[in-house]
């Protein structure tokens, strides 16, 4: 608990016990033979209000003299003091002594779920202890450059990007991915701030300033997370602007009307002024729209940080409303559906030596980030002089051509040999081909292939079942391998051979197909993909473990390389919207019930009271539901 809360709690004993005590005086017939028996009894009463109640009183006296009459310090503040001036003392303390403990029991749970989400994402780091002169000194992570050196020991979280230069070790990556088996890591690769290291010292060579570091990319999304606010969030606040007046209203005419007329009448039957006037209080108390307004929103904090546990990182609530109606998912192949890292099989057709081919390739594909380039240079093992290539220019869906030592070299499919006037002899073996040739002349193809990711499968069946209706793969990549990936992994739907720009246009004739309420999900790996993953209603990506521009462009992001997390996805946000939706008819059907007993008379103050703080506490607790992860 904070200090303000610790504070609360005190106000919320000391009158609990104040109003006990007077209301047992009263029970005992006390209170009547005190002198003044009237004033004595309200000032008496008085104190244990003023003692949990100044504050609101302030806020509501403040929002009057700004002329923001309308929230929840208004209502109560009027009803308290309207039941006060009916002498209902005990009636008008306890409503401010409710509203208070349900206020109190809001700002626990918000910092629970806000702890919560911050806890998972435990990832910010003190300090990084970096290398100077031989020695180590411990700094703030924000005073590391890039391409200084840090050393990380066994225990300590990693502050920042880098390559590691010297060790090897385990890291745990559980905040980042959800993921509890540690992975391992050595010399030459790469390391993302954020994990704990486990076994080993690390040297590291920092490569992005802690501003661009993934913890700290990960850190802005989450907090910001919760200002995309949902559908629901919007419509009960704008519910809550029209709802308030109306009732205040109704309040009013219920209040005065029936004595007027009354009076009019000249009946002499029949409550008069005071208790009509109580009947408007309780009515207003009653339909007080706190549960909601509180809930709602909880629900949906408490659900991005459900996923950020689970290792999916959702930008804002409208994300995560609009992923329980997924009904089309489309996938890019290569990174997403496959792995990304092809092998080499062969060279074909080629009258110089394989090695020249391969040496050729590796080094038009020197400073592309396509998977298909980084496997080249990874095949090709040696140092790649980059002062050799010119002229380079890489042709997004086709390949690259560039000047290797005065030749052109063009590197890619079919249609980037059509465009440089060289005749492609297709292959007989399934796998993704890659063409070369030189000044023009057709000099053979490489066979590379690339497995399927482990999870893909079970993913795909596990969305089947999840009630998904149309599963289509887009890629790039010729036709043969296309379909016969699509075929092995189950996918409803595959198009081949596409460039980028035809992909956004499938993924537009796909989305024009379909009904406004469906979503449809596209997930990449953020590689050439960024207008898809802008274009569909909600873009996932994969891997975020590096890819920058991923992150930039999604509106979702799995942390790890694991499409299964997809379904956990879109099971969480399916139990947030439950969620939600049990508060709305929880909420409304208690007022209801409760606003018509009100004003027939029935539903006295302490209705009241269970009608708004009970409703709001029964409310706030099932929204913390929304923090526990549903098992796939
Ligand atoms: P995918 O849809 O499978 O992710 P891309 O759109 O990234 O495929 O690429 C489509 C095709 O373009 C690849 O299958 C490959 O034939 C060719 N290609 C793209 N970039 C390169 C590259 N850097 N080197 C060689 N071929 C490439
Ligand atoms: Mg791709």
């Not at 005071?274 to 909880?298: D, E, H, K, N």
């Not at 609530?317 to 489309?330: D, H, P, Q, W």
């Not at 396509?370 to 042709?395: F, M, Q």
């Not at 000099?443 to 999840?466: F, M, N, V």
Request: proline share 3%.
């Amino acid at each position: 608990m904070t200090r303000k809360q610790k504070k609360i709690l005190i106000r919320i004993i000391v009158s609990t016990v104040l109003l006990a005590v007077l209301m047992t005086l009263e029970k005992l017939g006390i209170l009547e033979k005190l002198p003044f028996s009237r004033w004595t009894s309200l000032a008496l009463y008085l104190v244990p209000y003023i003692v949990i109640g100044y504050d609101i009183l302030r806020k509501a006296f403040k929002g009057i003299i700004k002329g923001q009459v309308m929230d929840e310090s208004f209502l109560m503040a009027v009803a308290t003091i309207g039941a006060f001036a009916l002498a209902e003392y005990e009636e008008g303390a306890a409503v401010m002594l409710f509203y208070q403990i349900g206020e109190l029991f809001q700002s626990v749970a918000v910092g629970k779920s806000r702890r919560n989400i911050s806890e998972l994402m435990d990832i910010r780091p003190d300090y990084a202890n970096k290398e100077m002169d031989g020695k180590l000194e411990k700094v703030d992570p924000d005073e590391v450059a890039i391409g200084d050196v840090i050393v990380i020991q066994p225990g300590e979280k990693v502050p920042l990007d880098g390559i590691v230069l010297e060790g090897a070790s385990s890291v745990d990556t559980k905040a980042l991915t959800g993921e509890s088996v540690p992975r391992s890591i050595k010399e030459g690769e790469e390391i993302i701030s954020g994990c704990i290291n486990l076994t080993g010292i690390l040297r590291i060579q920092v490569t992005k300033e802690f501003g661009e570091s993934t913890v700290s990319k990960i850190l802005e999304l989450v907090e910001n997370a919760s200002s995309r606010k949902s559908k629901s969030e919007n419509f009960i606040s704008r519910f809550a602007k029209v709802y308030t007046p109306v009732v205040c209203i109704s309040a009013l005419v219920l209040a005065v009307c029936p004595p007027v007329v009354r009076i009019l009448m000249k009946a002499a039957e029949g409550p008069m002024w005071g208790a009509w006037v109580l009947r408007g209080l309780t009515f207003l108390v009653i339909s007080c729209p706190c549960a909601l307004v509180i809930s709602i929103p909880l629900s949906f904090f408490a659900g991005i940080g459900a996923a950020s546990h689970a290792g999916i990182l959702v930008k804002g609530s409208n994300y995560l409303e609009r992923l329980a109606g997924t009904k089309i998912a489309v996938f890019d192949k290569t990174g997403t559906i496959t792995k990304g890292e092809f092998a080499v099989e062969s060279v074909h057709h080629n009258t110089a030596e394989d090695k020249e081919i391969l040496r050729l390739a590796a080094y038009a594909e020197c400073a592309s980030s396509h998977p298909i380039a980084i496997s080249l240079r990874t095949h090709y093992g040696k140092e790649i002089d980059r002062n050799a290539v010119t002229n380079y220019e890489a042709i997004s869906g086709e390949g690259i051509v560039a000047d290797i030592e005065g030749k052109k070299v063009a590197v890619g499919n079919e249609k980037l040999m059509q465009r440089v006037g060289a005749e492609a002899i297709s292959c007989s073996h399934t796998g993704t081909i890659v063409h070369v040739a030189v000044d023009g002349k057709y000099e053979g193809h490489i066979l590379i292939t690339d497995g399927l990711k482990e999870g893909s499968k079970q993913a795909i069946s596990d969305l089947k079942r999840a009630g998904l209706k149309k599963l289509v793969m887009l890629t790039g990549d010729a036709k043969k391998v296309g379909e016969a990936v699509a075929k092995e992994v189950g996918m409803t739907d595959v198009y081949t051979e596409l460039l980028p720009g035809d992909k956004v246009q499938e993924v537009e004739k796909l989305i024009a197909e379909k009904s406004e309420k469906e979503t449809l999900l596209f997930v990449g790996d953020g590689i050439n993909d960024a207008p898809v993953l802008t274009r569909a209603d909600v873009g996932v990506a994969m891997g975020a473990l590096g890819a920058d521009a991923a992150i930039e462009a999604a509106d979702v992001v799995l942390m790890d390389d694991d499409l299964r997390k997809l379904v956990t996805g879109i099971r969480i946000s399916k139990k947030t919207l439950r969620i939600v939706y049990e508060n709305i008819v929880l909420a409304l059907l208690v007022k209801l019930i409760c606003l018509v007993f009100g004003a027939i008379g029935y539903a006295n103050m302490w209705w009241a009271i269970f009608a708004d703080v009970g409703v709001m506490i029964l409310a706030v607790c099932n929204s913390i539901r929304a923090l526990r992860v549903p098992k796939n």
